[in-house]
């Protein structure tokens, strides 16, 4: 399984989907007792990979790569770097937990849900490691069907208009993604490719590359949400079940971010010292603007859902800045955010299973009913806000610190985002937690049961972890965030670049002109840490992991495995 | 007079031709339930027609009038495999219709024959004979239900505006004749790029804008595109899922024979009216569609749409383009005959109205069907990784290599808009709540085969296109325009 370890990991919750397809629906416990087996061996799978994870190579590892459609150059490339390691890390962690507490919340047409949410986890796992553009877009536009469902039929009141809302914003904006990326794809030099090595350092006109960069940034701006794209993100949350929402929010969401992170930030170096001021802003206004209605909710879930909205706009301030510390703080806080708005989200859904309101007014003094929960809920939400010791302070802090060396002022309003992030947890905790327990319904409930505290423990657990111990997730994407700055600044002489890490022994041989020139610059001595052995590759592939890079080279496969045992 | 050439170049068109005949021989003989018997001759007759077409090695023109060349073998099979598929639906359709014409099949038989001649027909009469040949039939296959008042209807539209369209392209040809001399396409094509502006010149461009008109009803582009939603909502569903994709092949087919590659000439002076009939066509198409209440008539305006989408490969008119929209007509073709498809599987009665909350529920009651019809409805909007996406990133990867960077954003938006309602029958089959138990469907096997066969190749077309995109590359290597 170790050779096209992605693939699998990619693959089974799918073939886990089909084996679903064909147990008859009566059979409620078997179905999902399956579908939280079939999701847990991604999961593991991940976890082989991350410990094999050469933590030192800012390139893509674990690469596999085959031609699909060699006319238009799109190939089945897949591979990750430390950046998109760790958010497969999140879905494949997340997904089991959704599928587990299903039984709680999903009472109707129960295998339909188990395969949506199966399908969609390889839609966004596909999505995260795709090394193809093309392919990136196939599982991105493939990640909408599972979640129209999901909505549509296992929503609330509301639930097909929130559909249809989330799929025409997200098409809206993916398409014109499209078109800028078959305009990278055949304006490739060396006729069309889609791989992404291959489009790093692509030379493109002023004009070109900016409506390139507008275009992507668009697409991903709609799905973060960013202000004012977001208002499609309240309804999909209100109206999604409760595993649909800590989806969305949980990893969805981050697709966005991820997009910036892999397309935008390393595609267009001229284009984003226009753009990323403008993105600096709408983040801070997203921020503040999320953190003020949020504190004006009625409903529970919606609160969360702008909370959403404002610590989306910490990430994407974090990836405007284009430092280091920012980007590394973005990168961890979607880590942070699909676990704490996960856990709150699943928070959310226990309470709405109790007692079929989300009104924070129909709740007070709840603690005293329900001190586990009640905990529970005090820990993530002091992990949302920020709480020092928690996994939040962490990202947050490092956006913060990444902003204010890009432009003071916006970090500083930014800042405020914060505060107004404590009010209107501590406000809503409050209410919902402490007082008299005055109301009659309130008195009966039940307190956590054993199933949803198996649900919770997990991400208490990480939310702990992460705050007080980052360094292991820290290291992980150091590398690949210093290589992706790499590319935004434009310090890699682009062209040899991108013809270097695709361009074969082969093609070194036989091509003539330009072809040879591509490879000779590769093997100039001014990048430092360069093999050296005419594979060519970046300053920060280092020495361990040069043979993951080169999936062209028959021996990839087998370099690989040697480094995952 | 030129050498006639070898009677091998004429196969396909004689294996149409006489398979026509000997089908029609064949149903004389038929009665009762034999009808199925004749239908499977038909579907021999489509099939061993395919496959000696796309035998032939020789390449050549016969009598400096019909073509055998990349072009003519591609659309030819596309043509009987669409053909085929059609048909096949047919056995199970037509009986719950009630129609007795046994003539139906031969008709199918003359109407492909028709569209091999136009597409490989070098010159422009021959070309307008086979436009004849195929639209003759086609006028009786819509009206063939005699009992259904919008089935007699469809089909008098259908002959009096297809008659009107006919007038157009002969008065062009005519007028074509007149600026170059010659009806022979090479000939046209050597007179198109000799002539200097001046009188001969205005009339050539007249002349061509004429044929396009005449294709352009044939294709159903905006604005000769009035006559589409009637006729395919009247005409029963198995003659309008061949008119929409073996029909407009042959036209389309004709029209890259023609005007992309033989009048590329005066393609450089009509691309403004190209473009503009382009982004009409589908803007008009996907607009209106958006309205529709009736499953058919929804189908009738996306292919419109669709229709809106090839001609971005006309106005671009490369011959990369020409590529992409033998591609596109593939994919279309497999698309609408899933779509048709579904809706005959499900028509109890085979009434020509179906509406698209009738599909309510379907999901649920029936899950294959609603699954093959959600395949469908996402790869015509263009979703990866089926075919309908493949299509339109050949087809604008084509436009934009030659330039037209504003009509692709104007078809992407147009994308855009086809969601809404593409996905809104996907919400209707899952979202909405129909009879939870629906009567059981009678069974229809040949349905349910068509129906898969064309499923699985718009999923094919997009994961493995492989096959397909060389030979619609080889097709428009060497078009042959004359002796």
Same mark, same amino acid.
């Given at each position: 399984?170790?050779?096209?370890?992605?693939?699998?990991?990619?693959?089974?919750?799918?073939?886990?989907?089909?084996?679903?397809?064909?147990?008859? $629906?009566?059979?409620?416990?078997?179905?999902?007792?399956?579908?939280?087996?079939?999701?847990?061996?991604?999961?593991?799978?991940?976890?082989?990979?991350?410990?094999? *994870?050469?933590?030192?190579?800012?390139?893509?590892?674990?690469?596999?790569?085959?031609?699909?459609?060699?006319?238009?150059?799109?190939?089945?490339?897949?591979?990750?770097?430390?950046?998109?390691?760790?958010?497969?890390?999140?879905?494949?962690?997340?997904?089991?937990?959704?599928?587990?507490?299903?039984? +709680?919340?999903?009472?109707?047409?129960?295998?339909?849900?188990?395969?949506?949410?199966?399908?969609?986890?390889?839609?966004?796992?596909?999505?995260?490691?795709?090394?193809? =553009?093309?392919?990136?877009?196939?599982?991105?536009?493939?990640?909408?069907?599972?979640?129209?469902?999901?909505?549509?039929?296992?929503?609330?009141?509301?639930?097909?208009?929130?559909?249809?809302?989330?799929?025409? *914003?997200?098409?809206?904006?993916?398409?014109?993604?499209?078109?800028?990326?078959?305009?990278?794809?055949?304006?490739?030099?060396?006729?069309?490719?889609?791989?992404?090595?291959?489009?790093?350092?692509?030379?493109?006109?002023?004009?070109?590359?900016?409506?390139?960069?507008?275009?992507?940034?668009?697409?991903?701006?709609?799905?973060?949400?960013?202000?004012?794209?977001?208002?499609?993100?309240?309804?999909?949350?209100?109206?999604?079940?409760?595993?649909?929402?800590?989806?969305?929010?949980?990893?969805?969401?981050?697709?966005?971010?991820?997009?910036?992170?892999?397309?935008?930030?390393?595609?267009?170096?001229?284009?984003?010292?226009?753009?990323?001021?403008?993105?600096?802003?709408?983040?801070?206004?997203?921020?503040?603007?999320?953190?003020?209605?949020?504190?004006?909710?009625?409903?529970?879930?919606?609160?969360?859902?702008?909370?959403?909205?404002?610590?989306?706009? *910490?990430?994407?301030?974090?990836?405007?800045?284009?430092?280091?510390?920012?980007?590394?703080?973005?990168?961890?806080?979607?880590?942070?955010?699909?676990?704490?708005?996960?856990?709150?989200?699943?928070?959310?859904?226990?309470?709405?299973?109790?007692?079929?309101?989300?009104?924070?007014?129909?709740?007070?003094?709840?603690?005293?009913?329900?001190?586990?929960?009640?905990?529970?809920?005090?820990?993530?939400?002091?992990?949302?806000?920020?709480?020092?010791?928690?996994?939040?302070?962490?990202?947050?802090?490092?956006?913060?610190?990444?902003?204010?060396?890009?432009?003071?002022?916006?970090?500083?309003?930014?800042?405020?985002?914060?505060?107004?992030?404590?009010?209107?947890?501590?406000?809503?905790?409050?209410?919902?937690?402490?007082?008299?327990?005055?109301?009659?319904?309130?008195?009966?409930?039940?307190?956590?049961?054993?199933?949803?505290?198996?649900?919770?423990?997990?991400?208490?657990?990480?939310?702990?972890?992460?705050?007080?111990?980052?360094?292991?997730?820290?290291?992980?994407?150091? /590398?690949?965030?210093?290589?992706?700055?790499?590319?935004?600044?434009?310090?890699?002489?682009?062209?040899?670049?991108?013809?270097?890490?695709?361009?074969?022994?082969?093609?070194?041989?036989?091509?003539?002109?330009?072809?040879?020139?591509?490879?000779?610059?590769?093997?100039?001595?001014?990048?430092?840490?360069?093999?050296?052995?005419?594979?060519?590759?970046?300053?920060?592939?280092?020495?361990?992991?040069?043979?993951?890079?080169?999936?062209?080279?028959?021996?990839?496969?087998?370099?690989?495995?040697?480094?995952?045992? | 007079?030129?050498?006639?050439?070898?009677?091998?170049?004429?196969?396909?068109?004689?294996?149409?031709?006489?398979?026509?005949?000997?089908?029609?021989?064949?149903?004389?003989?038929?009665?009762?339930?034999?009808?199925? /018997?004749?239908?499977?001759?038909?579907?021999?007759?489509?099939?061993?027609? /395919?496959?000696?077409?796309?035998?032939?090695?020789?390449?050549?023109?016969?009598?400096?009038?019909?073509?055998?060349?990349?072009?003519?073998?591609?659309?030819?099979?596309?043509?009987?495999?669409?053909?085929?598929?059609?048909?096949?639906?047919?056995? #199970?359709?037509?009986?719950?219709?009630?129609?007795?014409?046994?003539?139906?099949?031969?008709?199918?038989?003359?109407?492909?024959?028709?569209?091999?001649?136009?597409?490989?027909?070098? +010159?422009?009469?021959?070309?307008?004979?086979?436009?004849?040949?195929?639209?003759?039939?086609?006028?009786?296959?819509?009206?063939?239900?005699?009992?259904?008042?919008?089935?007699?209807?469809?089909?008098?539209?259908?002959?009096?505006?297809?008659?009107?369209?006919?007038?157009?392209?002969?008065?062009?040809?005519?007028?074509?004749?007149?600026?170059?001399?010659?009806?022979?396409?090479? $000939?046209?094509?050597?007179?198109?790029?000799?002539?200097?502006?001046?009188?001969?010149?205005?009339?050539?461009?007249?002349?061509?804008?004429?044929?396009?008109?005449?294709?352009?009803?044939?294709?159903?582009?905006?604005?000769?595109?009035?006559?589409?939603?009637?006729?395919?909502?009247?005409?029963?569903?198995?003659?309008?899922?061949?008119?929409?994709?073996?029909?407009?092949?042959?036209?389309? =087919?004709?029209?890259?024979?023609?005007?992309?590659?033989?009048?590329?000439?005066?393609?450089?002076?009509?691309?403004?009216?190209?473009?503009?009939?382009?982004?009409?066509?589908?803007?008009?198409?996907?607009?209106?569609?958006?309205?529709?209440?009736?499953?058919?008539?929804?189908?009738?305006?996306?292919?419109?749409?669709?229709?809106?989408?090839?001609?971005?490969?006309?106005?671009?008119?490369?011959?990369?383009?020409?590529?992409?929209?033998?591609?596109?007509?593939?994919?279309?073709?497999?698309?609408?005959?899933?779509?048709?498809?579904?809706?005959? =599987?499900?028509?109890? #009665?085979?009434?020509?109205?179906?509406?698209?909350?009738?599909?309510?529920?379907?999901?649920?009651?029936?899950?294959?069907?609603?699954?093959?019809?959600?395949?469908?409805?996402?790869?015509?909007?263009?979703?990866?990784?089926?075919?309908?996406?493949?299509?339109?990133?050949?087809?604008?990867?084509?436009?934009?290599?030659?330039?037209?960077?504003?009509?692709?954003?104007?078809?992407?938006?147009?994308?855009?808009?086809?969601?809404?309602?593409?996905?809104?029958?996907?919400?209707?089959?899952?979202?909405?709540?129909?009879?939870?138990?629906?009567?059981?469907?009678?069974?229809?096997?040949?349905?349910?085969?068509?129906?898969?066969?064309?499923?699985?190749?718009?999923?094919?077309?997009?994961?493995?296109?492989?096959?397909?995109?060389?030979?619609?590359?080889?097709?428009? $290597?060497?078009?042959?325009?004359?002796?």
């Amino acid at each position: 399984m170790d050779s096209a370890v992605l693939t699998w990991i990619v693959a089974i919750p799918a073939l886990g989907a089909l084996l679903l397809s064909v147990i008859p $629906e009566q059979a409620r416990t078997i179905l999902r007792s399956i579908a939280v087996a079939v999701a847990a061996i991604p999961f593991f799978l991940a976890l082989r990979v991350w410990n094999a *994870f050469d933590t030192s190579n800012g390139g893509f590892q674990f690469v596999e790569r085959s031609e699909w459609i060699p006319q238009f150059g799109i190939s089945y490339f897949v591979g990750v770097d430390g950046i998109s390691l760790l958010l497969v890390l999140l879905t494949v962690f997340l997904t089991p937990l959704v599928l587990y507490s299903s039984e +709680d919340s999903i009472h109707q047409r129960l295998k339909g849900y188990l395969v949506s949410v199966l399908l969609l986890e390889t839609a966004m796992l596909g999505t995260l490691v795709s090394l193809d =553009a093309i392919l990136f877009y196939a599982f991105w536009e493939l990640m909408l069907v599972p979640m129209f469902l999901i909505i549509g039929i296992w929503g609330g009141q509301r639930r097909i208009y929130a559909a249809i809302k989330f799929v025409l *914003f997200t098409m809206v904006g993916s398409l014109p993604m499209l078109v800028a990326l078959i305009y990278l794809g055949f304006h490739h030099l060396d006729g069309p490719s889609f791989a992404l090595t291959d489009l790093y350092g692509i030379q493109l006109t002023q004009t070109a590359g900016l409506w390139c960069c507008f275009a992507m940034l668009l697409a991903f701006a709609i799905k973060v949400p960013m202000w004012p794209l977001h208002t499609w993100l309240p309804d999909a949350h209100v109206e999604a079940p409760t595993g649909g929402s800590v989806i969305l929010a949980g990893v969805l969401l981050k697709m966005g971010t991820y997009g910036v992170v892999r397309f935008v930030i390393p595609l267009f170096p001229d284009a984003l010292p226009v753009f990323m001021p403008w993105v600096a802003i709408l983040a801070v206004v997203g921020i503040v603007y999320g953190a003020l209605v949020a504190m004006v909710q009625e409903d529970l879930k919606k609160l969360v859902a702008y909370s959403s909205v404002s610590h989306l706009g *910490f990430v994407m301030l974090g990836l405007a800045s284009l430092t280091a510390v920012g980007v590394s703080g973005s990168v961890y806080q979607m880590l942070n955010h699909g676990i704490s708005t996960g856990a709150l989200f699943l928070l959310v859904g226990m309470i709405y299973e109790r007692r079929h309101t989300r009104e924070i007014a129909a709740f007070g003094g709840l603690w005293k009913k329900l001190p586990l929960y009640a905990s529970a809920f005090l820990i993530v939400t002091l992990s949302s806000i920020g709480l020092p010791g928690l996994n939040g302070f962490v990202g947050e802090f490092m956006i913060l610190l990444g902003g204010f060396r890009a432009d003071p002022v916006t970090a500083a309003i930014a800042t405020s985002g914060v505060i107004l992030g404590a009010v209107y947890m501590l406000w809503m905790f409050q209410r919902v937690m402490f007082g008299p327990l005055d109301k009659m319904e309130n008195r009966v409930l039940e307190d956590l049961t054993p199933r949803e505290i198996i649900v919770l423990a997990p991400l208490i657990a990480l939310i702990f972890v992460m705050g007080v111990y980052p360094k292991p997730f820290l290291d992980t994407m150091e /590398a690949s965030v210093a290589t992706t700055l790499t590319y935004a600044s434009g310090q890699v002489p682009a062209t040899s670049r991108a013809r270097a890490v695709t361009s074969t022994d082969g093609d070194c041989l036989e091509a003539a002109g330009s072809k040879v020139a591509g490879c000779t610059i590769t093997a100039e001595p001014q990048l430092p840490a360069h093999d050296g052995n005419g594979h060519g590759a970046n300053a920060h592939e280092g020495k361990a992991g040069v043979g993951h890079l080169h999936s062209e080279d028959p021996h990839a496969g087998h370099a690989h495995e040697g480094s995952a045992h | 007079m030129p050498q006639l050439g070898s009677y091998t170049l004429l196969a396909p068109v004689l294996a149409a031709s006489v398979w026509a005949l000997v089908v029609l021989i064949a149903e004389l003989f038929s009665v009762g339930r034999r009808h199925l /018997a004749v239908a499977w001759l038909t579907v021999v007759a489509l099939v061993s027609t /395919a496959i000696l077409t796309g035998s032939l090695a020789e390449r050549g023109v016969f009598g400096g009038a019909i073509a055998l060349d990349g072009l003519t073998v591609y659309a030819s099979v596309l043509a009987c495999a669409l053909a085929a598929l059609s048909v096949v639906m047919a056995m #199970d359709y037509l009986p719950t219709t009630g129609i007795k014409g046994g003539e139906y099949y031969p008709l199918i038989l003359f109407a492909v024959a028709g569209v091999v001649v136009m597409a490989a027909a070098t +010159d422009l009469i021959v070309m307008f004979l086979g436009l004849e040949t195929m639209s003759m039939a086609v006028y009786v296959l819509a009206g063939i239900w005699k009992s259904e008042g919008k089935s007699n209807e469809a089909a008098v539209k259908y002959f009096l505006l297809g008659a009107f369209a006919s007038a157009f392209m002969l008065y062009g040809i005519a007028l074509v004749y007149g600026a170059t001399g010659s009806t022979v396409l090479s $000939e046209v094509a050597a007179g198109a790029a000799d002539a200097v502006p001046g009188p001969s010149r205005t009339l050539l461009l007249i002349g061509a804008s004429m044929l396009l008109v005449g294709f352009g009803f044939k294709v159903a582009a905006v604005p000769f595109h009035l006559w589409t939603p009637d006729v395919y909502e009247g005409a029963p569903t198995s003659v309008t899922v061949f008119m929409a994709t073996v029909v407009k092949l042959g036209a389309f =087919a004709a029209v890259i024979r023609t005007m992309l590659v033989g009048l590329e000439a005066v393609g450089g002076d009509l691309w403004l009216a190209l473009w503009l009939g382009a982004a009409a066509t589908m803007t008009v198409g996907n607009f209106v569609a958006l309205r529709q209440k009736d499953l058919k008539r929804m189908l009738a305006y996306s292919s419109i749409a669709h229709s809106g989408y090839l001609l971005i490969g006309l106005a671009a008119g490369t011959p990369e383009a020409g590529q992409a929209m033998l591609f596109y007509l593939a994919v279309y073709g497999v698309m609408n005959l899933g779509a048709f498809g579904v809706a005959m =599987a499900l028509s109890e #009665d085979g009434a020509t109205e179906q509406r698209i909350s009738d599909l309510a529920g379907i999901g649920h009651s029936r899950p294959v069907l609603a699954i093959a019809m959600t395949i469908c409805m996402l790869s015509l909007v263009g979703i990866p990784p089926l075919g309908g996406f493949l299509g339109k990133l050949y087809l604008f990867k084509a436009a934009l290599d030659a330039g037209l960077t504003g009509l692709v954003v104007v078809a992407v938006l147009n994308s855009v808009v086809s969601a809404f309602y593409y996905l809104g029958v996907v919400r209707t089959m899952y979202f909405e709540r129909g009879n939870e138990n629906p009567q059981p469907l009678a069974p229809r096997p040949f349905i349910w085969a068509a129906l898969a066969l064309s499923v699985v190749a718009v999923v094919l077309l997009g994961v493995m296109p492989g096959a397909v995109l060389s030979g619609a590359s080889v097709a428009l $290597e060497g078009v042959l325009l004359g002796p």
